[in-house]
Nanobody
Framework: QVQLVESGGGLVQAGGSLRLSCAASRSIFSINVMGWYRQTPGKERELVAVIRSGGITNYADFVKGRFTISRDNAKNTVHLQMNSLKPEDTAVYYC?????????WGQGTQVTVSS
């Protein structure tokens, strides 16, 4: 098992930047996949970005070129650097970990982008 705690959310103006962090309660070295999803009211949770244990990354089309995911195995932390934020990026962002076959989620952190 692993507990995930997000931080770094907040209010930012359009065009600004935020860096989300996800701290894991155990070593992430062997966790298959870690990543970020987001959700807005009335919509399903959607993938933002994931990073695999070997370092391969995948991004949703709507964040390519703006967001960067990284993992720091020494600090058991995953980061999401978000640049050029848009009002439509407003959502609750959730950290995610896959330890096959189990999935784990953080409690979420609110990101609000004002126009």
């Amino acid at each position: 098992q692993v507990q995930l705690v997000e931080s770094g959310g907040g209010l930012v103006q359009a065009g600004g930047s935020l860096r989300l962090s996800c701290a894991a309660s155990r070593s992430i070295f062997s966790i298959n996949v870690m990543g970020w999803y987001r959700q807005t009211p009335g919509k399903e949770r959607e993938l933002v970005a994931v990073i695999r244990s070997g370092g391969i990354t995948n991004y949703a089309d709507f964040v390519k070129g703006r967001f960067t995911i990284s993992r720091d195995n020494a600090k058991n932390t995953v980061h999401l650097q978000m640049n050029s934020l848009k009002p439509e990026d407003t959502a609750v962002y959730y950290c995610y970990a896959l330890m096959t076959p189990d999935q784990y989620w953080g409690q979420g952190t609110q990101v609000t982008v004002s126009s």
